[in-house]
């Protein structure tokens, strides 16, 4: 099955320097992006990529952006989403793995396997995407509307050892 917004880039194709990318979701790859994502609605989907060669590594460093739309997890509600952030990917053929163990820092690159002779920068720009939304999406109302529910607050929740240790934490502050 192929994904929703696939965009091919054959690796025989990128030469010795920097190539510079543009893509854009149409409206049915935006509206099959909402459904597997789980969203209300995706707007606008776009990103531009500079792709450098090296070996059979791909290095992709760009910017995504996005407009959404994410159902409140309180009240169902719509939650709009705006996506504007840079990426950094580095596309490895599949069983490249050198087995030597990597520690990820906050400016780790994101690895994404890949087989054959072409990468897919559209269906990672896609769950680059996925990874940027609000996993807990909460409209203005959300709150009042959970105290009708019944739902308490989280300060209303702790007892027991776990209000103990609250009580201890607020009176050092």
Sequence with gaps: MSPEFSRPVRIDTLGEGKCTMTIEAD?????????????????????EAVLRREGDIIHA????????????????????????????????????????????????VDTIDYQGSAIDLGEAVAETLALSLDPFPRAPDADVALREAGVLSEDQVLTGPFAALKALKDRLK
Excluded: H, W
């Design 27 to 47: 409206i049915p790859e935006c509206a099959a992006l909402a459904a597997r994502f789980g969203l209300v609605s995706v707007a606008s989907l776009a990103a």
């Design 61 to 108: 460093e760009g910017r995504i952006k996005a407009a959404a739309v994410q159902a409140c997890v309180a009240t169902a509600g719509p939650v709009p989403a705006t996506i504007d952030e840079a990426f950094s990917l580095r596309f490895v053929p599949a069983g490249a793995d050198s087995g030597e163990e990597i520690e990820l820092d906050a400016e780790a």
